[in-house]
């Protein structure tokens, strides 16, 4: 694939996740079930230089001026400067139709619908500023290698009100975002949106689904310019690591976030491939630069549509990441690392460079890992079945 083909990111098919087990005060939970979404996102090709989307009718008047919120700490002039003009562009050319404030968290901008309470905006504006912050410095303690440099202009979020008000903004300003979706990175404007409230409520994990598109919206920034990542399933893989967030309730009716937990609704996902045995060799998936490729090899090795090859990428790839990072002695977490310098640092990530980087020179050497991996992917599902037996039991 040369750099001229625009690669369309596609959401993971949708399905319903229904709470169950959301009880307990400590829960860990993961991103992104299949019912929400996935990141669409075009890398590279002619549209790179699309500017802004625009809407339709910008002349909407007042009621659709931003009201910044004032944040507590101090931020320097330039850093002030550049999250002034951010909301007001995106206030008039994105955000017209929609009433809404803007929550200055640098580097980010948070643009946060009214949901029509004043106390419901006061919590939503709290709770993403707690959780934009633990994402942004869990990333920075994580990687500093990588993530030493700030943005010119802020990053930029948006929270819709609800399914309906994202639709709407979806048609005005999205690219294409599908049915089902929670939340979407825009890498053309270079914004990620999102909603909040859903009929029947919103399971907890949904609430670590942003870091997902934060991880896009982040190493999108951050990779040297004009390369791109020639692995999407390390781009899906570590953004669903980092979307398996640890959500603990507070006092005050908030929550704090840690990513980098077990992903659950990822965990499930992988067990069902286990139990079909449908899944690929670790080579075969670090070998998936595009979706297609992935869907390509599925079908070639296990028949039907391929459609579950891109799923993979997700899943499995999370797993991959999360045997690596938490894993036994979290034996393989300096490889990740190394990766993450190549791939994200210099903009050098495939095959070869995560050979190196694990200190491999021939495919037949990730057997022992490919067994190590399993194994443990094996025991997180005991883990989680035990603690299902143990619910219905009580
Ligand atoms: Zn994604």
Same mark, same amino acid.
């Given at each position: 694939m040369d750099s001229e083909t625009p690669t369309r990111r596609r959401p993971a098919e949708a399905r319903s996740v229904r709470g169950a087990a959301l009880r307990n005060a400590l829960i860990a939970v993961g991103a992104l079930a299949c019912a929400v979404s996935v990141a669409v996102w075009i890398i590279g090709g002619n549209d790179s230089e699309t500017p802004e989307p625009v809407v339709s009718n910008?002349?909407?008047?007042?009621?659709a001026a931003a009201r910044p919120?004032?944040?507590?700490?101090?931020?320097d002039s330039a850093t002030d400067a550049a999250?002034?003009?951010?909301?007001?562009?995106?206030?008039?050319?994105?955000?017209?139709?929609?009433?809404?404030?803007?929550?200055?968290?640098?580097?980010?901008?948070?643009f946060l619908e009214d949901f029509g309470d004043e106390r419901v905006n006061e919590r939503y504006a709290k709770d993403y500023?707690?959780?934009?912050?633990?994402?942004?410095?869990?990333?920075?303690?994580?990687?500093?290698?990588?993530?030493?440099?700030?943005?010119?202009?802020?990053?930029?979020?948006?929270v819709l009100r609800d399914r309906a008000s994202f639709n709407k903004f979806n048609a005005l300003n999205g690219n294409?975002?599908?049915?089902?979706?929670?939340?979407?990175?825009?890498?053309?404007?270079?914004?990620?949106?999102?909603?909040?409230?859903?009929?029947?409520?919103?399971?907890?994990?949904?609430?670590?689904?942003v870091f997902h598109e934060c991880t896009h919206q982040l190493l999108d920034f951050l990779r040297p310019k004009n390369r791109y990542n020639e692995s999407i399933w390390f781009e899906e893989a570590i953004a669903d690591f980092h979307a398996g967030a640890k959500i603990q309730p507070v006092g005050d009716g908030g929550f704090t976030?840690?990513?980098?937990?077990?992903?659950?609704? @990822?965990?499930?996902?992988? #067990? /069902?491939?286990?139990? $079909?045995?449908?899944?690929?060799?670790?080579?075969?998936?670090?070998?998936?630069?595009?979706?297609?490729?992935?869907?390509a090899a599925y079908k070639r090795k296990f028949g039907g549509d391929g459609g579950r090859g891109k799923g993979l990428l997700y899943y499995q790839g999370w797993s991959f990441i999360y045997f690596c990072m938490v894993g036994p002695n979290k034996a393989h977490r300096e490889a990740i690392f190394r990766y993450i310098d190549q791939d994200v640092g210099q903009g050098e990530g495939d095959y070869n460079i995560l050979n190196q980087a694990f200190e491999i020179s021939d495919s037949k050497q990730w057997e022992p890992i490919q067994r190590e991996w399993e194994a443990y992917v @094996?025991?997180?599902?005991? #883990? /989680?079945?035990?603690? $299902?037996?143990t619910d219905r039991s009580r």
């Open positions: 910008q002349d909407t008047g007042d009621a919120v004032a944040m507590g700490s101090t931020m999250m002034d003009a951010a909301i007001a562009r995106t206030s008039r050319d994105v955000l017209a139709e929609f009433k809404h404030s803007a929550i200055r968290v640098w580097p980010y901008v948070i500023r707690v959780r934009i912050t633990a994402f942004y410095d869990y990333m920075k303690k994580t990687y500093p290698n990588v993530v030493n440099k700030e943005p010119e202009t802020p990053f930029r979020i948006i294409g975002a599908l049915a089902g979706a929670r939340a979407f990175y825009h890498p053309q404007a270079k914004f990620i949106y999102t909603y909040e409230q859903s009929p029947g409520g919103v399971p907890l994990f949904v609430r670590g689904v976030y840690e990513p980098g937990h077990l992903n659950r609704p @990822r965990l499930n996902q992988m #067990a /069902r491939a286990l139990e $079909r045995k449908n899944y690929f060799s670790l080579p075969l998936l670090f070998q998936c630069r595009t979706y297609g490729e992935a869907d @094996r025991s997180l599902i005991e #883990a /989680r079945n035990a603690a $299902r037996a």
